[in-house]
């Protein structure tokens, strides 16, 4: 009689506790792998972008400097 009138165990409140709070562990644990794999996305772009900043702020100098350098070796 005794083991009819017991709730069974995912009805007691230490289980139901025990699963909330590994739901809410596992949760977190996803939300921080994706924000982490967001940044290091975001980085790698980042990288990639700068390179190639400056890539075109060389060339841009370059240029520059062969204006100049004509300019000065003009004799007027």
Known sequence: ?????DAPFYEEWWFLLV????SLILILL??????LH?????YKNC????TISNVEESVTLDNGG??????NSRHL
Not at 1 to 5: D, E, F, K, R, V
Not at 30 to 35: C, N, R, T, Y
Not at 38 to 42: A, P
């Open 66 to 71: 062969f204006t100049a350098l004509e300019l």
């Open 1 to 5: 009689l005794s083991a009819q009138t």
């Open 47 to 50: 990288s990639a972008g700068k």
């Open 19 to 22: 699963m909330a709070l590994s």
């Open 38 to 42: 967001g940044q290091s996305k975001k």
């Open 30 to 35: 996803v939300v921080f792998a994706l924000v």
